[in-house]
Structures are given as C-alpha cells and as structure tokens.
C-alpha cells in the first residue's frame, strides 16, 4: 500500500472515530467500500507498473532477512490413472533449502523422499533451484521449465511422524519438462479487491494494522500459472514410465515469516473441461483473521480473481481432523462455481516447517467435482502452526546416507 492510501486510511480511521473503527459491526460495509475503492486504485496502478516486468532465468538473490525465502513449487496429475509428482524447493538463508519430493505411480506404489517428514536440506546451487537430489531450472520465461531427480525415496505409505527407521529405499530418477497452458495469475496485482476488502473490514482498525498490512504486502510476492509436465521416470526393480501431468507453477519470493500464519487451506483443482481454480482461506492473526484468496482460470484462458466465498476455516478440519469429503462455492469473473473434494486418505503426506516442526503441511490428494458435473484432480492443502512442537531429534540435513551434517543449529523457521 503506498503512500496515498495509507493516508487515506488514517483519514478514514479519524473520520469514523477510534470507537467505530475498532469494531465492524454496522460499520463494517462502509469499511469494507472504502477498502474496496483503494484497493481497486492500487491495483490500477500496480497493473500499470507490472506492464513488462520479467521473471529472472536465475534464483533471487535472498533477502536480508532471517525468513527470506524463493520458493518454487509443481504438480502435476494424470488424468487416466492415479499418478502424480510433488515437487517443491525453497531456498533459505545460511546455506539451507525447504524441499518436498512426493509420488505415486499408478500400479507401483507411493514413493516420498527419505528426509521425510522432514523438509530441510542443503541448498546446492546459486544457479538453479537444487537441494536433496532433486533440481529445477528456467529454460524459457513463464514458459518451459526442466524438473530433475536422481537418488533414493522411500517406498511405502507416506510418513505421518519422524521415525529413525529408513524403511525401504529404492533408486529413482526422473526428466520432466513443464510447459504452460495459462496466462500468468500474479497475486499482488491480479487479485480481487473484494475478498481483502470483506476480511480487513472485519479487523479492528488501527494505524499499526494498516503498517503491518503495508509491510506484509510489500515483502512477499507470489505468481501462479498451470501446465503440463512431460517426461520419464525409471524406478529401480520397476524400468522406465512414461508420465504425462496437469498441474501447477508456483514461484513465492521475498519474506516469509510463518510465525505469522496460524494455518490455512488450499485448494488447487485442475477439470476436465479445461478450468483451473485455486483458492486459499487463511488466518494471519496481527493482519487478516480470516481471508480468502484465489483465482479462476476459464477454459477460453481468461483468469479472474475469486470474488467470494463461503469457505470457513471452522469448518475445515479446525481441530485437527482431515474428513474424506469437503464442498465449498466461491464466485469469480461473475460465475459461480460449487466445488466438491473427495480425499484420499491413502495419499495424505506430511512435511514439518523448519527444522523444529513448529507447523505441519498435509498435503491430501483429492479427486473433485465442478458443479456436479465436471471431474477433476488436485489437492487440498491443510496447513497448522505448532507452537509446543520438539526439534525433530537427530535430524540431518541432506541425504539420509551422507552423514552428520554440522548445519543442523541453524532453523529458518
């Protein structure tokens, strides 16, 4: 938020009065219009400035800052049989990378990286993305990109807690090629005013709120697009199999600070009509309570931001029980969308935030279905901080075989 709007703001927080502004009641339609129309005016402007921007062949150069990260993340899914590829690396300060290696080969079985639970490696190169044996590299702007890895993953049922055994460790190697089939959705200039408005208005109004709204804005940034991965993949004992998969790209950059996130979930579908959708409901307590974001991808390629929804966090698995089935709605480019989800209890993986495990992602596998009639596949993300958490003990970064590995003090948590 730049400067302009924030004096806007503090013009707003004098003319309704600290009593009315610190809570929404009534006054919460006139705060969330008045949000709106800033909203919209910084978009425009943002639009306007993004215009030719883009994305560096190399990663970012770190911030100095302790939670300073630049994360890339994929999917992908077979639409004829129950295979998918999880891949996600994070580089972090002090030498460290976040990564997440999951599989499963429709026939063969589930397949995850021996450091799992665990998420923390060594980051490897300052010309790529690499950490833990898996790699990923530009090979055209917002285009094309190659995902590699060769190494061992355990095979069997994904790990819900640390255990010391290692289990059954296979070979692998895979060479897969993303190519996009979408525009970019850039979350900073893309998104809907509207569902920012709605979950702002509803916080108590302070001059120190919309600091730490302009500060988390102004850190963090994050673009999406979907496509198609094509490749091979050769598992030891099982030869070599051809995978052709639908899902996503994700680049986040910048600051990160997950002690700022109590949890969230994610939804990422991909149908068979050729529509997209994401949409995320998260609770950031010193910002947004309770905001929803998201997009939609039309099968003509037009993109829209998610407008509203009614998915609650309440009723998400708040207590810590992932169900088999959730349903949500959410409207976007003036279209309304129900959206069922149907998960795989079998194909749930875990991975612990930071080197002590004070948050844990599941990452659930799930088929879905648009409007009742439309199949499509995906996941739903279900994320949880955890303050009391222990540090996972004896936990070495990089391969399981390496050895001790000295790096282990530092936590980017």
């Not at 986040?252 to 700022?260: H, K, L, N, Q």
Request: hydrophobic content about 40%; glycine content about 8%.
């Amino acid at each position: 938020m730049p400067a302009l709007p924030a004096l806007v703001a503090a013009a707003l927080l004098a003319l309704l009065g600290a009593g009315r502004a610190a809570a929404p009641g009534s006054w919460a339609p006139l705060k969330r219009w008045a949000l709106g129309c800033l909203l919209l005016c910084l978009g425009a402007c943002r639009q306007r400035a993004a215009t030719g921007t883009a994305e560096p062949r190399r990663p970012r150069p770190l911030r100095a800052d302790p939670h300073a990260l630049d994360s890339l993340y994929f999917t992908g899914f077979a639409e004829t049989n129950r295979s998918f590829v999880i891949a996600r690396l994070a580089r972090r300060p002090a030498g460290l990378c976040e990564m997440w290696l999951f599989l499963r080969l429709d026939g063969i079985g589930e397949f995850e990286h021996p450091q799992h639970p665990n998420m923390m490696v060594r980051d490897e190169s300052k010309e790529i993305w690499s950490g833990g044996g898996l790699t990923m590299e530009y090979l055209e702007p917002q285009m094309c990109w190659k995902i590699n890895f060769d190494g061992l993953l355990r095979k069997g049922s994904y790990r819900q807690q640390w255990s010391e055994e290692e289990g059954e460790l296979v070979q692998v190697k895979f060479s897969l090629q993303w190519e996009n089939s979408t525009d970019v959705f850039n979350f900073n200039v893309d998104s809907n005013p509207s569902t920012f408005a709605l979950a702002l208005a509803q916080e108590p109004w302070t001059i120190e709120l919309f600091q730490r709204v302009k500060k988390q804005r102004e850190q963090h940034f994050r673009h999406e697009q979907w496509g198609r991965s094509v490749g091979e993949i050769e598992i030891e004992n099982s030869g070599k199999i051809e995978l052709s998969l639908q899902g996503i790209r994700s680049h986040s950059y910048g600051v990160r600070d997950w002690a700022e996130i109590r949890r969230y979930v994610m939804i990422l579908a991909h149908f068979e009509d050729g529509t997209a959708a994401h949409l995320t409901v998260i609770s950031m307590p010193a910002t947004t309570t309770h905001l929803t974001v998201g997009y939609v991808f039309f099968p003509d390629g037009r993109k829209a931001g998610i407008e509203r929804s009614n998915a609650s966090l309440a009723e998400l698995a708040e207590d810590g029980l992932i169900q088999e089935e959730y349903g949500v709605s959410f409207t976007a480019g003036g279209k309304s969308f129900n959206v069922s989800a149907a998960l795989d209890k079998q194909a749930c993986p875990v991975v612990y935030n930071g080197l002590t495990g004070r948050g844990v992602f599941h990452e659930c596998i799930a088929d879905f279905q648009l409007n009742g009639l439309t199949p499509g596949w995906g996941l739903v993300e279900f994320y949880y901080r955890d303050e009391a958490a222990q540090p996972v003990p004896n936990l070495q970064l990089g391969s399981r075989t390496e050895g001790p590995d000295p790096a282990t003090d530092a936590s980017p948590s």
